[in-house]
């Protein structure tokens, strides 16, 4: 009689109990724990080179989803920054001064998030680290006491990507017959060659200021062929792309900060903006495209994973955590001797002792209809699968747009392509 009457107490208090469990787990949908990717990226160029414009200006042509299905984000005090630098950049009316070069104390990162829309909100796809520094820290001699030069050379060896920047206007000067091209891009070489040749990650360049090349070659891939072949005439860059190109594809960017017809060299040599000149820029989404998806391309498939993991994972905590829970208060409630009696006697294989498991078991012992909860859990992992497609589907857009430039640059001009990637 004794026995009975526990087993009925019991009875009502697992009823309760199994209802508590199906309010928690109600009151907590499933989510996925996802992870943004980062990539660090350096641009490896001398001083005056146009690292600091180039960045202004790709910020701005991809600060919204025009001409592609992302756009990309910063905190709000590296966007203030990039912009003063766009705006002073573009400013013809006032002295005509751009922007001043980076000092040697402020080497930085600039962190963008790159976004795509999923169900018309804002989701992160990956993060850019992008390096800013002065580019005299790559050949000048430290400063006695510096680590500044020691730090740069850390960020650059663990740099995902590499970006060579040549500069475009030192370019002009080797092709006009001026002394101090070949002398510059032999410096530049001198300073790119050993850090790229030891470099595990991809590498691409860029010619910067393509705007002051335009006169070279009215039409623009012979233009580049001319520009190409000045520099493949350097033994060292030959042995870099050969290097480099057995495994992948090495392309040369031309871009331009500024676009065509802004700025012209003046008598003296400098680089002046033309009055009432407006900015275009030209190509400067490119160089990034070139890199990003080589380097998602690594890590995809083990995203994919993570995100499965996740969801099994927060599926059997969820299961594990209830069966603690639920044995925990069987106990407070009843002894444990006499809890598991009480499971014996009903027939419970205590193995299958998950928070689903239960709530099923106590649901069917308890006379409601067991399929409530399984239905439930179905619902949320069919929703987190769905989820987990979009973000896929999403992820493949912005490749596929990225993938869509550095194409369409090089149906354009088929001399962007330095090596076949098989070779
Ligand atoms: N015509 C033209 N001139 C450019 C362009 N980009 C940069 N310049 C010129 O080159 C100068 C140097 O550009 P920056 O972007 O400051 O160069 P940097 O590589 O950041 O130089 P450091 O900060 O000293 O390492 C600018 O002040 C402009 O005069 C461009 O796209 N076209
Ligand atoms: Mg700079």
């Not at 002009?172 to 300073?191: I, V």
């Not at 030891?198 to 891939?221: G, N, Q, Y």
């Not at 030959?238 to 700025?263: D, M, N």
Request: proline letters at 5%; glycine letters at 8%; charged letters at 20%.
């Amino acid at each position: 009689m004794a026995v009975v009457l526990i087993i009925i107490t019991l009875g009502i208090l697992l009823g309760l109990l199994a209802r508590r469990i199906r309010a928690r787990r109600a009151t907590t949908p499933l989510t996925i724990a996802e992870t943004t990717p980062t990539f660090n990226v350096v641009a490896l160029g001398l001083q005056g080179s146009g690292k600091t414009l180039l960045l202004a200006s790709m910020y701005h042509r991809l600060k919204s989803p025009a001409g592609q299905c992302y756009f990309i984000t910063a905190t709000r005090d590296d966007v203030l920054q990039l912009n003063e630098w766009y705006l002073q950049m573009a400013d013809t009316a006032a002295t005509g001064a751009w922007p001043r070069g980076t000092a040697k104390g402020e080497t930085r990162h600039f962190t963008f998030t790159v976004k795509t829309h999923i169900d018309g909100a804002p989701h992160p796809i990956l993060n850019l680290r992008y390096l800013e520094y002065a580019g005299e820290l790559l050949t000048d001699l430290q400063d006695a006491g510096s680590t500044k030069q020691k730090e740069l050379f850390a960020h650059i060896d663990s740099a995902d990507a590499l970006i060579g920047v040549l500069d475009g206007y030192r370019i002009r000067q080797h092709a006009d017959g001026h002394p101090e091209g070949p002398l510059h891009l032999e410096r530049t070489l001198n300073a790119l060659l050993p850090v790229m040749l030891e470099a595990s990650a991809p590498i691409s360049f860029v010619i910067t200021k393509w705007d002051l090349l335009a006169d070279l070659h009215p039409d623009e891939d012979t233009r580049l062929s001319i520009v190409r072949n000045l520099l493949t005439s350097n033994d060292h860059f030959r042995s870099l792309i050969t290097l480099h190109g057995a495994t992948r594809v090495v392309r040369l960017i031309p871009v331009s900060a500024v676009g065509p017809g802004f700025a012209t060299i003046d008598p003296n040599g400098e680089i002046v903006k033309t009055p009432q000149g407006a900015v275009q820029p030209t190509n400067v989404d490119v160089p990034l495209s070139a890199v990003v998806p080589g380097l998602f391309e690594q890590i995809e498939s083990r995203l994919d994973h993570d995100s499965i993991a996740a969801i099994r994972a927060e599926v059997d905590r969820r299961t594990r955590q209830g069966a603690l829970e639920a044995f925990a208060s069987l106990t407070t409630f009843a002894g444990q001797l006499a809890g598991r009696t009480v499971l014996a006697l009903l027939g419970t294989p205590t193995a299958a002792f998950g928070d689903t498991m239960l709530g099923f078991f106590l649901d069917s012992r308890m006379g409601t209809p067991p399929d409530e909860d399984r239905a439930r859990l179905s619902r949320e992992l069919n929703d987190a699968e769905q989820r987990l497609e979009n973000i896929q589907l999403a992820r493949r857009r912005v490749m596929y747009d990225m993938r869509r430039k550095v194409d369409a640059l090089e149906g354009r001009l088929p001399y962007s392509r330095l090596t076949e990637g098989g070779w």
